[in-house]
């Protein structure tokens, strides 16, 4: 048995994480829960004065947004789409007879819905933000958090197929959005210092899919558009990324016709907390046991 199958068997065994029977997808106990929102009242905490407007959506979003991304053009690999029944009785009739025989895949005449999984919590935003008309001066900064999927089963419990983004996103000039993106990696820095973790900061890139996407991926590195901050969980010689700090430059803005009050198409960066790896990095670190945990982190997090 490797390393990673035993840390998500511990998570099983405490009842931390309740096996679904399904790689990724796992039930989370209420002292699991309990530290996640801990962890988000510390975000607040460091993120509360900045007065960004905060916004929930359902895990799901509309399909010709998710379509208008381009995020089938990048990662067709990860992205999970709501299909139902729509037929007559008849229909209905053929498809209980279909998964009756189990030879056939009873999905098959499923049809897609209106309804996507949504892959990272600020994508409903920008089509949003859009329709509301131009962007102020100043700056414009959001609060967002939601459930994500993305389908990379996986035996690494730090790799869920549905797991949980909150997310600041800040649209306005470059100079306002690379600012945002820099406060926040010392931000980020900082919290994971008062709850007792090692981090390390490391320009990073997108799994973009295919030949082509290498070169994405490349340009993306190069351009130093991507940051991620990791944490020991599964590896140490392999950290995990527990947040990404993204700058967009004005590919958003120019997608979704974001404008600024004077004209120029907006610049968009998102910086995304991974709330179920920083919570999981938390119990490698200090125990599967939150009363034995450091009573500093404790009063951090708990007051
Ligand atoms: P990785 O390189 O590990 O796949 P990522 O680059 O795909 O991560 P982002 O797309 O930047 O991650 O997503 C923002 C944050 O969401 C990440 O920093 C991470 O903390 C978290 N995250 C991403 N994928 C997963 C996943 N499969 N399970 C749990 N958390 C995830
Ligand atoms: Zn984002
Ligand atoms: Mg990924």
Same mark, same amino acid.
Not at 20 to 24: D, I, L, N, R, Y
């Given at each position: 048995m490797d390393m990673q199958t035993s840390f998500l068997d511990r998570l099983f065994d405490a009842g931390l994480l309740i096996d %679904? +029977?399904? &790689? +990724?997808l796992y039930g989370r106990s209420g002292q699991f829960e309990d530290v996640i929102t801990a962890f988000e009242r510390l975000i607040d905490r460091f993120g509360g004065a900045d007065g960004a407007e905060a916004m929930r959506f359902p895990p799901g979003m509309n399909r010709a947004f998710f379509e208008k991304s381009g995020y089938m053009k990048s990662f067709p690999q990860l992205a999970g789409t709501v299909h139902s029944f729509c037929g007559n009785e008849l229909d209905h009739m053929s498809l209980l007879q279909c998964m009756e025989v189990g &030879? &056939?895949?009873? %999905?098959?005449d499923q049809k897609a819905t209106d309804i996507v999984l949504t892959p990272a919590a600020c994508y409903p935003l920008y089509p949003t933000v859009a329709r509301r008309g131009r962007i102020p001066a100043k700056g414009a900064l959001y609060d967002l958090q939601s459930y994500c999927f993305r389908h990379e089963p996986s035996q690494d419990p730090a790799r869920q197929q549905l797991f949980r983004m909150r997310e600041y996103v800040c649209m306005g000039t470059e100079t306002h959005v690379t600012e945002f993106r820099q406060t926040w990696m010392d931000r980020g820095v900082q919290m994971m210092k008062e709850v007792g973790l090692e981090v390390t900061i490391d320009v990073a890139n997108d799994p973009f899919f295919g030949r082509a996407g290498k070169m994405l991926a490349n340009n993306q590195r190069d351009q130093n558009l991507k940051f991620e901050l990791l944490i020991p969980i599964t590896s140490v010689a392999r950290p995990t990324a527990c947040m990404s700090f993204n700058y967009h430059q004005d590919a958003f803005g120019s997608k979704w016709g974001l404008t600024m009050e004077d004209g120029n198409v907006a610049h968009t960066a998102c910086v995304g907390f991974g709330l179920e790896r920083i919570a999981l990095a938390l119990f490698h670190t200090h125990g599967l046991d939150v009363a034995d945990w450091p009573e500093n982190v404790r009063k951090t997090l708990w007051g």
């Open positions: %679904t +029977g399904v &790689e +990724g &030879e &056939e895949d009873w %999905t098959k």
